[in-house]
């Protein structure tokens, strides 16, 4: 290690050159310098969050394989009344514009809707209205018609007629193309200039992932700018100058593009998730650097000069700043373990975007100190108040640590009481802050329609013509009508319900014949009427399986969950000779609950084990490695206990919160300990070592705390809720983390008992 530290102090212009020709092979594998382009492709797509296969997947994409994409974007109009003839006018205009949308294969309106009914004696099936009405009478018999049926109400037209509904199907296509297509941009435009005094509402999953797109895209332009402004203002208050300022950053800038050169090499792009590993290299990059920048500017003021002042900065801080990259690391890649391929991206960029912070901190810092001229040494006691504070502080440890110790578990039961109240929930919808046009939109367009959420129960036979079966149709009709008695369930559609209407049309309208038919050949006469492009989304061409589709108001998963939950009892529980499952986009987004709770005791026990076996190898002993890790530990369970207090619910971004602290805070406790050890060796006495520790470390780790606070404070700014949760989350924690640092980590270390384990080891 010594022959290193000399190598980079007393040759910095060599260390500078392979440091800076791995930057500028970076900057090459970034940006093509004939066109030039970014090679970094930032895919923001919501999908990135969920699971990639598994039966879960399996199940859906065979789904859509059978009955089409299940995606809708609804575009609503809420007026007076919905049935006058300015409004039916608008709406068949606006429908006929809509179609001619590229990229909308289909949509359902009031104005092409197929109607079912009985004309004197006859059974006609037609659009609702072919013609706008031109008398009152018979606008009040086209309103009367439409809201005797139950396939319309709730899906094209309020119960009290005060709105009404466009359904768009969107083209097979991935969200990256939706979002590249401006589909939804351009439909809430038409809404827009037809709308005439209506009100506009949209909603759908299409125009929510692609409005979470385009905010994360701005973000990302947001957070990691401001994220360098707070690092460049954190380092100027602690050191009073620009050097110190400029070479972090440097550094920090060097190993951003070196880690998403990664990306590029590996072919990833940056995503919902891994979106956090830029302000994530930011953070723990400037607090390495600072750490040497901080240790060199203490032995400047020890007289020491040039590359002399570099090699003895690098003796004292090089192994602690190293042991604390490889725990950050190892933190970090507890996330792999993770189920979700982009968390698990996240761990594997996130450990790269660390060891390339570690890697510039430890050879671009110095060897830019060392060739750079020295500043004049600045007198001590101008800043010696942090430090004096430090040992009132450590005194306090000291004398009080049963007290200092006490308080500490009483907030670690009070954490683990808020932590069996932990709710788990991934709702887009609920991600977008509450005065989000978007968010306010899907909420009015739910109170107004059947709901802008769609679920898909399927039951599926080996047998050919199985849902020609009255038998068969009943038992679906009887499923459909427990549905119906669920909590959040408001509207379901299927091919038993069409059936049922047009067998009451048959019977010239008649209550008593809205059921099922009777025999297979009826229900084969009434097919035959009623077989339309629709119907495919509900029965397959073979009529071997069926679905209803259940329309729901946007809710917090966890109580979606609950909902599938009943629906897969029932589904149990029937003896209906088929295969019978809930799929669909929001079941697969609800599924990611189980990847995260399982993700998150996966990735926290490998963390803990990992960095508790660092630590027994640093201080041999099991005991004290044990005693160690409770500072660490502390701020993990007081972040799920604030989780669990505050409501604010464990997601996919959230889940990473844990890790990160865990991984970041440990490097400040490693900082002391090994202070403290040193200072334990020389003076044989653990609480005049503790006070010596905490001196010796308070600069450096205050303002790198700072640093960190700054950096994860900056998500703040984010238009997405979950990603404010977590910045917000993560500064709180961590800077709870300075504060077990500063007080309870001393009065742990006063009476660690180092001395019994030097003389076991012996």
Not at 744 to 752: E, G, I, S, V
């Amino acid at each position: 290690m010594e022959r290193l530290n000399r190598l980079i102090a007393y040759h910095p212009a060599w260390v500078l050159g392979v440091v800076l020709t791995l930057g500028l092979g970076a900057v090459l594998v970034l940006v093509d310098v004939t066109t030039p382009a970014v090679r970094l492709k930032i895919e923001t797509a919501v999908e990135k969050v969920l699971p990639t296969h598994g039966p879960d997947r399996e199940r859906y994409q065979a789904f859509r394989d059978r009955f089409g994409n299940d995606e809708l974007l609804f575009v609503g109009l809420v007026t007076d009344d919905v049935f006058t003839r300015d409004n039916l006018v608008r709406i068949r205009r606006m429908t006929k514009r809509f179609e001619q949308v590229e990229g909308i294969r289909a949509v359902l309106s009031l104005s092409n809707a197929p109607d079912v009914r009985s004309v004197e004696g006859d059974v006609s099936i037609r659009s609702i209205f072919e013609e706008v009405p031109e008398t009152d009478a018979e606008l009040r018999a086209l309103r009367e018609r439409v809201l005797e049926n139950p396939i319309h109400v709730g899906t094209l037209v309020s119960a009290d007629a005060r709105a009404t509904a466009f359904l768009l199907y969107p083209l097979e296509m991935s969200e990256s193309e939706f979002l590249a297509s401006g589909i939804d941009e351009t439909v809430h435009a038409i809404a827009l200039e037809e709308a005439g005094g209506a009100e506009v509402l949209m909603a759908g999953t299409p125009p929510l992932k692609a409005t979470t797109s385009r905010i994360l895209l701005r973000d990302l332009f947001t957070v990691v700018p401001l994220g360098y402004v707070c690092m460049a203002l954190v380092a100027f208050v602690m050191f009073r100058s620009v050097r110190a300022v400029a070479i972090p950053l440097l550094a920090v800038t060097l190993a951003q593009g070196w880690t998403l050169a990664t990306m590029v090499l590996f072919g990833k792009s940056l995503n919902l998730v891994t979106f956090i590993v830029p302000p994530l290299i930011n953070a723990v990059g400037f607090a390495y650097s600072v750490h040497v920048v901080s240790e060199h500017e203490e032995v400047l003021r020890e007289g020491f000069r040039g590359p002399e002042a570099v090699c003895e900065a690098l003796r004292r801080v090089a192994f602690p700043v190293f042991l604390t990259g490889f725990t950050t690391a190892a933190g970090l890649l507890s996330l792999c373990l993770n189920r979700l391929v982009a968390i698990q991206e996240f761990g594997a960029f996130s450990v790269v975007g660390a060891v390339s912070s570690l890697v510039a901190a430890l050879t671009f810092v110095p060897a830019l100190l060392s060739i750079l001229p020295d500043p004049p040494p600045r007198h001590a006691a101008a800043e010696g108040r942090l430090e004096a504070w430090a040992e009132r502080l450590a005194t306090f440890d000291v004398r009080h640590r049963r007290w200092v110790l006490m308080a500490g578990f009483l907030v670690a039961v009070a954490a683990a009481w808020g932590l069996t109240r932990i709710e788990v929930s991934t709702s887009f919808t609920h991600n977008l802050r509450p005065s989000h046009p978007l968010r306010q939109s899907i909420v009015r367009f739910d109170e107004s329609m059947a709901g802008s959420i769609t679920l898909h129960v399927v039951m599926e036979t080996d047998e050919r013509d199985a849902f020609k079966d009255p038998v068969r149709l009943r038992q679906q009709q009887e499923l459909e009508a427990w549905l119906l008695e669920q909590p959040l369930v408001n509207k379901t559609s299927s091919i038993s319900e069409y059936l049922m209407v047009v067998n009451r049309a048959f019977h010239e309208g008649d209550p008593e014949y809205f059921a099922i038919p009777e025999t297979r050949s009826l229900v084969s006469q009434y097919l035959f009427f009623l077989w339309y492009d629709q119907l495919e989304s509900l029965v397959d061409s073979r009529f071997e399986a069926a679905d209803i589709l259940v329309r729901i108001p946007a809710s917090p998963t966890n109580e979606i969950a609950d909902l599938m939950q009943s629906i897969e009892a029932k589904l149990a529980s029937m003896d209906s000779g088929a295969t019978a499952y809930v799929t669909g986009d929001t079941p697969l987004i609800v599924r990611t609950m189980d990847e995260i709770s399982w993700g998150q005791a996966v990735s926290l026990s490998g963390a803990t084990l990992i960095i508790y076996l660092i630590l027994v190898a640093y201080f041999r002993s099991l005991r004290v490695a044990a005693m160690a890790l409770i500072p660490n530990a502390l701020p993990v369970l007081v972040y799920f206990g604030v989780l669990g207090l505050t409501g604010v619910t464990l997601n996919v971004i959230t889940s990473l919160v844990a890790c990160i602290v865990l991984g970041i805070a440990v490097d400040d406790t490693i900082h002391f300990l090994v202070r403290f050890k040193e200072a334990y060796d020389e003076v044989g006495d653990e609480a005049k070592a503790t006070l010596m520790a905490l001196g010796n470390v308070v600069r450096p780790v205050t303002s790198t705390t700072a640093a960190l606070v700054g950096g994860f404070a900056v998500f703040a700014a984010s238009g997405l809720k979950h990603m404010v949760e977590f910045g917000v989350l993560a500064a709180c924690m961590l800077a709870f983390a300075w504060l077990v640092d500063v007080t309870f980590t001393p009065a742990l270390c006063a009476r660690l008992g180092l001395k019994r384990d030097s003389a076991e080891t012996r």
